[in-house]
Structure formats: structure tokens, C-alpha cells
């Protein structure tokens, strides 16, 4: 079965979904952002931007705050093209829509969009892969073609770049590297962050939310029937 821990604040979309689904009066609202950030990934130095989500939520009457990755975009091939990661961020965004209208969760029709944070970039190249998210691998596993992924997970360290400030950030990652039909994709999910300089107390609970995300991917590989090892973050 999928994880139905509910976290109280609430750290996913998932725990707003089943707070209102348990009888609680819940309401939401969202702003975006997408930020400029200098990732550390093993040798690699790099900056690229992620699309960024905070979710204001209302629980009966007391307010919350937490947000959520939903792509991380750059000009090289370290990750997905900013002009495509703002497509897999909205398609994986209105899947949490869906979610939320479905348990009666009244949502805005807000999408990410590159026009409106002032960045210019080039267009999609000719040749690029198309804007698939892990969920249409599902699918394509559930009309019955064989589909393998391998995951590894790791922890990035990162600075975040606001208009005044900065923050360091490490996000939880997970990569999925996915065959199927002939071909190979490589897919990244931000799936936790905390502050880097207050890891004593960010890093179990990111942990604990990161493997809930990671639990209920893997019980959707399980149920499509695509064939995987399963790995999670350890402390």
C-alpha cells in the first residue's frame, strides 16, 4: 500500500490531500518562484534554476507554510533544458492539482512560467528529448511494453540566490535512469531540502518525507509491473 503518514505541519501535498480526505477544513494557496542556484554535485560545480513552488495552507483555521521542487533546469547537459524543465515542472504540478480538486481541495489554475521571472532562453533544440515526467513511464509500462529503472539517490549541496540574500540549501535527490522501447531517459526528482546550517534538525525529517515520496513511487512501479531495485536515504 502507499504511505499514508500524515505529517502535522504539513511537508507534501500528499499530507493536505489526506488531512482533507480524514474531515479536516483545509484551503491553499501557491506562489512560484524560480531561483537562481550554484549546485555542488560530486566534481561538478554548475549553476541552474529550480522551479519552485510554496504552498500557504490552512488547517481549521491554523496556517502553514512548506514548499516544493517540481524541476531543476540548465543550459548544459547536467540537467534538462530550462526551457523543458518548465514543462515537466507544470505537467508534475497539475498532477498535484489533481490530487488536491479531487478531495475537494479548491486550487487556482496557476502554472510556472519563464516570461513572467525575466528569463530569456533558447527555445527547444532540434533533437531535444520530449518533456516526459517518471509518471508516462508508468504508463507506457501499464499498456504492457517492459520498462527497467535504476535509482540512486544522493545528497546536493546547493546555494539558493534571492533578490537580497542567499541560503544554502542540500536537496535530496533521486535519479532514474529508465528503458524502455529502445531508448534510455535520464530523470531527476528533487524529493526533500533543508538548510544546510541547521542540519541537525532539517535533515531527519527531510529524510522522512524524501523515502514517503520515494515509497509511493515505487509502489506505483510495482503496480505498473516495472522492474526495479528499490533504494532510499539513510541517515
Known sequence: MKDRTIHYPPKR??????LKRSGSDVTCSMSFEVLPVDFVHRDNQFQAYIFLCRYAVTV?????????????????NLC????QAVMIANRYLYRDYSKMREVGIEIADEQFKLEDMLLKYDGLQSGQEPSLTIYDYVNIAKEGSPVTVNVSTEFVSAVEHFDNM????TFLTGYFDIE???RIGHYQRCLGCYATDEEKEGKPLAIVVANQRLADLYYDFR?????????FFKY
Open 180 to 182: 524502455t522501447l529502445g
Open 80 to 83: 534538462p533544458h530550462v526551457s
Open 60 to 76: 481549521d483555521g491554523d496556517s502553514f507554510m512548506f514548499r516544493k521542487c517540481y524541476a531543476r533546469g540548465c543550459p548544459h
Open 223 to 231: 503496480e505498473a509491473g516495472i522492474t526495479h531495485e528499490e533504494h
Open 13 to 18: 501535498v500528499t499530507d493536505v490531500v489526506e
Open 166 to 169: 542567499t541560503n544554502k540549501q
